[in-house]
């Protein structure tokens, strides 16, 4: 059990970087016993993001995005809030999921940017603009995958796999970086393609406002 919502967030990421990095073995479906669950987490470098859920006394369902960074000997240094607030569906619900997607194979949940102490050579003063992507996830995706499409990057080093906690996944990016997110379903032992790809980009060089958070259409 933990105390608050960022004790669960710097456990979300200490298990996300394990051995095999699966995704946290933690609760990831709101209900009786579960009142705060981890939508995803997502570590670049030594910066590591939470995404939570839990139900309100109101009963509303509200996200968190945690940050924090790794300290020298491995451990998460206590998670700071950046965002978050009351949810327009349940986010853990299939089936309000399906109801948003529409056929679709992803849509975009969440988007921020937020200047953060990165401590990486090339960050002034030591912060760096960064920007956050939460993406709605059909529920017959079996995983991810990350193509870096930034200019300048490698084109021989393949995609990196995602592996999904919950129908939400988490992303952020540093300036100038571009990926392509493609959807991959399983079909018995083989992947197919799930769906048109996502494309998230970076910020610009230099401070910008956050942008304003998503409002899912219920009509």
Known sequence: ????????????????????????????????????????????????????????????????????????DGTWAAAEHLSGGVTEIEPTSPRNVAAILKGRSMVLYDETETDLPTGR?????????????????????????????????DPAAGRTRKTLTSQVALFALFSGERFTIHPVARNGSRSQPLGEPYELTGPDPGPGPELPRWLADLD
């Open 1 to 72: 059990m933990y105390k608050n919502l960022a004790e669960l967030a710097c456990a979300a990421l200490a298990a996300s970087i394990q051995d095999t990095g699966a995704a946290p073995a933690l609760p990831t479906r709101l209900d009786s016993a579960n009142k705060a669950v981890v939508a995803d987490t997502c570590v670049r470098d030594n910066l590591g993001f939470a995404l939570l859920f839990h139900r309100r006394k109101d009963g509303l369902v509200a996200d968190e995005l945690y940050f924090s960074t790794r300290e020298d």
């Open 121 to 153: 050579p090339q960050a002034d003063e030591g912060y760096e603009l960064l920007r956050s992507y939460a993406l709605l996830v059909d529920p017959e995706t079996d995983h991810l995958d990350i193509e870096n499409t930034t200019p300048g990057a």
